[in-house]
């Protein structure tokens, strides 16, 4: 009588592997939609592009209960109303329900739609550690006929940072010296401990001579610049998950513990927000993402 061999043990332990990575990943889209780093409709494309991908894969019901606001109670009643059965996963989605799906997603969490370049000044800003100074940076290095604002900061210099290059450091009565004169553009506490400023003056000169002129600003900056000038583009940089972003200023060693928590609960707030913004890119490679900003910059000339 044969007997029943069983798959080899390097195959158990492959495909434990492969389940493991596949809770991972879709632990990981959960996250990204509760954080906004990634629209609900995206995720839902993704599932439909690729029935088999961490997308393809989420059960509805924890697709919707990572959504803000969205209980139990709250998903269970959608569900009924979409006539969605309780095992279906986004993936196995029929072409009826699917649709149903995308129009109560597009009402109750419309995707922001971006609005036209108005002027050659673009506004950067997005959540702590998402690399707007390195995609600033590379703009500069890149494309010369670029004038970065240079902002005046009371804070500190960081290692590497150079006075004049990357902040003008001033100290805060400097700082309040610059506001009574009404030389800054904008100006905010950030963090609740140092403020941050844009020198107005060579920013008219710039947008005078018709340059492109890039500002990378805090969050409340770019909201101030919109009351000023309001022709300015404002554009959300994204990270391409909400764990890279953790990763990011886990990795760059400049906070402690307590700082990190804080700064992290601050990106949440400022993630939401990002509805009202112009443009959204997302910095999954620092030369992609200068490029599609470079290139909205550039639009306003063609």
């Given at each position: 009588?044969?007997?029943?061999?069983?798959?080899?043990?390097?195959?158990?332990?492959?495909?434990?592997?492969?389940?493991?990575?596949?809770?991972?990943?879709?632990?990981?889209?959960?996250?990204?939609?509760?954080?906004?780093?990634?629209?609900?409709?995206?995720?839902?494309?993704?599932?439909?592009?690729?029935?088999?991908?961490?997308?393809?894969?989420?059960?509805?019901?924890?697709f919707l209960?990572?959504?803000?606001?969205?209980?139990?109670?709250?998903?269970?009643?959608?569900?009924?109303?979409?006539?969605?059965?309780?095992?279906?996963?986004?993936?196995?989605?029929?072409?009826?329900?699917?649709?149903?799906?995308?129009?109560?997603?597009?009402?109750?969490?419309?995707?922001?739609?971006?609005?036209?370049?108005?002027?050659?000044?673009?506004?950067?800003?997005?959540?702590?550690?998402?690399?707007?100074?390195?995609?600033?940076?590379?703009?500069?290095?890149?494309?010369?006929?670029?004038?970065?604002?240079?902002?005046?900061?009371?804070?500190?210099?960081?290692?590497?940072?150079?006075?004049?290059?990357?902040?003008?450091?001033?100290?805060?009565?400097?700082?309040?010296?610059?506001?009574?004169?009404?030389?800054?553009?904008?100006?905010?506490?950030?963090?609740?401990?140092?403020?941050?400023?844009?020198?107005?003056?060579?920013?008219?000169?710039?947008?005078?001579?018709?340059?492109?002129?890039?500002?990378?600003?805090?969050?409340?900056?770019?909201?101030?610049?919109?009351?000023?000038?309001?022709?300015?583009?404002?554009?959300?940089?994204?990270?391409?998950?909400?764990?890279?972003?953790?990763?990011?200023?886990?990795?760059?060693?400049?906070?402690?513990?307590?700082?990190?928590?804080?700064?992290l609960r601050?990106?949440?707030?400022?993630?939401?927000?990002?509805?009202?913004?112009?443009?959204?890119?997302?910095?999954?490679?620092?030369?992609?993402?200068?490029?599609?900003?470079?290139?909205?910059?550039?639009?306003?000339?063609r």
């Amino acid at each position: 009588m044969s007997q029943v061999v069983g798959p080899p043990e390097v195959d158990r332990l492959a495909a434990s592997r492969k389940a493991v990575a596949a809770r991972r990943a879709r632990a990981s889209i959960k996250r990204d939609l509760g954080t906004r780093v990634v629209s609900p409709q995206e995720v839902l494309r993704r599932a439909e592009a690729d029935h088999g991908s961490a997308a393809g894969t989420l059960r509805v019901t924890e697709f919707l209960t990572s959504l803000p606001a969205i209980g139990a109670g709250k998903r269970d009643k959608i569900m009924a109303e979409l006539e969605i059965s309780s095992v279906k996963r986004l993936g196995g989605l029929g072409a009826r329900q699917r649709e149903a799906l995308y129009g109560w997603l597009d009402q109750r969490f419309p995707e922001p739609v971006a609005r036209p370049v108005r002027s050659s000044l673009v506004v950067l800003a997005g959540p702590t550690a998402v690399g707007k100074g390195t995609v600033a940076a590379h703009i500069r290095e890149n494309n010369p006929d670029v004038m970065l604002s240079v902002s005046a900061t009371t804070r500190a210099p960081r290692p590497g940072e150079v006075d004049g290059v990357h902040y003008h450091f001033v100290d805060d009565a400097e700082f309040d010296r610059m506001i009574a004169q009404d030389e800054l553009l904008e100006w905010a506490t950030v963090h609740g401990v140092h403020r941050y400023g844009t020198p107005r003056g060579p920013i008219d000169r710039a947008i005078n001579e018709g340059r492109p002129v890039l500002l990378e600003i805090d969050m409340q900056g770019a909201f101030q610049v919109r009351r000023s000038e309001p022709r300015a583009s404002l554009v959300f940089l994204l990270p391409p998950s909400w764990d890279e972003l953790v990763d990011r200023l886990v990795g760059r060693g400049t906070e402690d513990e307590e700082e990190r928590a804080r700064r992290l609960r601050t990106a949440r707030t400022e993630l939401a927000a990002q509805g009202e913004f112009d443009h959204r890119v997302v910095n999954d490679e620092v030369g992609r993402a200068a490029d599609e900003v470079v290139n909205l910059m550039q639009a306003s000339a063609r």
